[in-house]
């Protein structure tokens, strides 16, 4: 009997390892190609010069103009995408926990009724509204913040929910209320250390989502990094593969450091902590 649990073991080990193989070629072999192609030089040779091209950004604005300001643009989108994600779904989710739950199906819906809708459907919606926003604010990529909000509400709401959900948000609350915490206090100091995780998920999704959208600054005529890599691909083809793989290596980053932040937080949190 022991022998042939044994065995089982080592054939479930045997497969787990042929499935991880199978998905890491998979998921690697693209990747290696697209490296190999930036490397391609005259002759057969191999070089660097596009990576070294890319990290010297003095040069990389001269050369590529267009491409380097679609890389600003983007920061700039993620963090203000980011930022009013946060400054308007935490406050609203816990507030409709703790005050109105009779809300929060109505929220739900809401949050994720974008995720619904096609990206090239909500442009023809929001055209007519970014009419105004031009009029008012200028023309700017930076203006497809709100766009890119609404874009981000059904992922950042799904994962805000499901941290919330994991502690008594209520009695955390009642009990900082109970010892005359304001509720800004209770916000920063007791709701959010307890849901960081949720958070650093939310905006994780949220910079993924933003670093790779192209429909919507494509069709309302801004420049984002797609944008700029889709129009660099027309001239330039090493240099859009290099940019694409980096962006795709960056967010293998952020999810690296996610986790290992996530990670930590749980190692480093113990019953007594809370005593």
Known sequence: MAGLIARRRRRQALFRWVVVAVLAVFFLLPLVAMFEFTTRGT???????????????????ATYPSLWDGMKNSFGLVLFTVLLMLVLLVPTVVWVRLRLPGLRRVVEFLCLLP??????VLVVGL???YAWVVYFLGDSTLTLTFAYTVLVLPY???????GLSAIDVRTLAE???SLGAGWGTVMVRVVLPNIRSAVLS????????VLGEFTIAS????TNVQVAINLLGKSSATMSVAVSLASLILAFLLLFVLSFAGRRRRSGTTPGDHS
């Open 175 to 177: 009990a900082a209320r």
């Open 156 to 162: 950042a709401y799904r994962a805000i929910d499901a």
């Open 127 to 129: 055209a007519p509204v």
């Open 115 to 120: 995720l619904t809708i096609p990206a090239i």
């Open 202 to 209: 939310a905006v994780f999704l949220s910079v993924a989502l």
């Open 43 to 61: 002759g057969g040779h191999r070089t660097l010069a596009t990576w070294r091209l890319l990290v010297h950004w003095g040069e990389l604005a």
């Open 219 to 222: 069709l309302l005529s801004r």
